[in-house]
């Protein structure tokens, strides 16, 4: 099982690394734009037509594409006051506890977005200035909550693991100390 779970972790990391880079090329390119849009304004008294649309749709892209890789490298708002303090079953009894929730709550926002996806894919819609079809950046939204989904099966998987075998390694939690950020402060 150990093996497995590495493996599916392996695996998932790439695609992760993949989403988190067009999230921060995107980003990149709403500040050009946006360096643009004040340059054309400025000098040509001409707007860049259609920026707010095409910055809607960016930021879909730029907020929820790097959701995955943060949550692999435990980057998020997590409870380290409480898990920290803890050690073998216990801590990893309150991990699993609080994996559970993040999956219960993914799980919801990934239906919720899927449903509506397929009511903006049958109902059409588009930006007002430039008609960039609207579904386009809902369909962004559910493939990366599908992709958080799946990342917190995974941690969810090892850390049910590890509260079987306490004392077992874990590749899955290996960045939890190596890139988690120090929350102790009066050392």
Request: glycine letters at 8%; a neutral charge; hydrophobic letters at 50%.
């Amino acid at each position: 099982m150990q093996n497995l779970i590495a493996a599916l972790d392996r695996g998932l990391s790439p695609i992760e690394r993949g989403f988190a880079l067009l999230a921060g090329l995107c980003a990149m390119l709403v500040m050009a734009m946006v360096c643009a849009e004040v340059l054309g304004r400025s000098l040509f008294n001409h707007p860049f037509r259609g920026t707010i649309d095409i910055v809607e749709q960016l930021m879909a892209i730029i907020v929820a594409m790097g959701i995955a890789y943060c949550q692999s490298h435990f980057g998020n708002v997590r409870m380290t006051l409480l898990s920290n303090r803890l050690n073998g079953r216990a801590q990893w009894l309150s991990e699993t506890f609080a994996l559970l929730i993040a999956w219960l709550v993914a799980l919801a926002l990934t239906k919720g977005s899927y449903l509506n996806l397929m009511r903006a894919l049958r109902n059409g819609g588009d930006t007002p200035e430039i008609r960039i079809p609207l579904w386009i950046g809902i369909a962004v939204v559910t493939c990366a909550l599908g992709l958080l989904l799946i990342r917190i099966s995974i941690q969810l998987a090892e850390a049910l693991r590890l509260v079987a075998q306490p004392k077992s390694g874990s590749s899955v939690f290996a960045h939890m100390t190596d890139d988690a950020i120090e929350t102790n402060p009066y050392e």
